[in-house]
Each structure stands twice: as C-alpha cells, then as structure tokens.
C-alpha cells in the first residue's frame, strides 16, 4: 500500500518537502515547525497498488493556538527499526528515526 495525504480539497496533495514527511511504514503525516499556511483539513488516501483501491480518512482539521501555550518535551530520537534488515544488492532500503523535543 501507498500512504498520501490530501490538504483540505482533492487533488491538493501534501508534497514532501523539509518540514513535512509521510510515513510509508505508518502512513503518519509528521510536519514540523508548523506555520499558518499549515492550517486546514487533512485527509489520508491509502492506495492498494495490486487492486488500485483506495479509501480515505475522515477528515482531521489542524488549528493553531494563540494562547502561547506549547508543550515542553525532553529530546528524544524515536527508532523503530528491526533487529535485521534484509536487502538485495543495489535496491533501497528506507529506515525512519526521528528527533523532537527541545
């Protein structure tokens, strides 16, 4: 399966870019240093590549608040490899970790 996400209306899909990652193990959206241009409703499409089926999320509105209040959290880096990797030669291979906190 192949996870996208939409950006308020179909066919706005969400690009990849340095803030914004789509996780292809998860199909979480993670975008980070949040802006403005960020706020509006987000849709997840999950696409069988065998069948060609896809369904859709409901849709999950992002706000930002004003009241100054953010959460505090201790840096951490979360990694959810498997023990083994098994790969042939020259094909990729993909591993997600990623850092938050402050």
Known sequence: IIY?????????????????FISQETGNLYISKVQSSDVGSYICLVKNTVTNARVLSPP?????RNDGVMGEYEPKIEVHFPYTVTAAKGTT??????ALGK
């Open 4 to 20: 996208s996400w939409v950006f308020n209306e179909f066919p706005s899909f969400v690009a990849e870019d340095s803030r914004r």
């Open 93 to 98: 291979v993909k591993m997600e970790c990623f």
């Open 60 to 64: 999950t509105p992002l706000t930002l």
